[in-house]
């Protein structure tokens, strides 16, 4: 018997420590805040994108860190890059783009 329950012991651990290792993991990669997402959703709608270069960019696709051309910082998830140049977009840009209020709008 006590053998038994040495091996449930064991397993348990084992369990205990995957469990953990995956909650980490999802939990140190922060996704996109609804605001900015709406944002960048009004940015898509307002422009012509002939060649589908943002074809990522949907609602039902809610972490927009995962979008072509988005960075986000990984810890609070916010926008804090777009990289969309030289794709020939035309049209409006969205007011709605000053909710964006972490991104880097220096050059490299």
Request: glycine share 6%.
């Amino acid at each position: 018997m006590p053998r038994s329950i040495d091996k449930l012991a064991s397993l348990l651990a084992t369990a205990l420590v995957c469990c953990s290792f995956f909650v980490f993991a999802y939990a140190s990669s922060a996704s996109c805040w609804p605001r900015e997402r709406d944002a960048l959703l009004a940015l898509k709608q307002g422009i012509n994108d002939t060649h589908d270069v943002l074809a990522s960019w949907q609602r039902r696709r809610h972490d927009c860190c995962r979008w072509t051309g988005v960075t986000c910082n990984s810890k609070t998830g916010h926008v804090t890059q777009l990289d969309i140049g030289g794709t020939g977009f035309t049209g409006q840009i969205s007011p709605s783009l000053l909710s964006l209020h972490h991104i880097d709008l220096s050059s490299t």
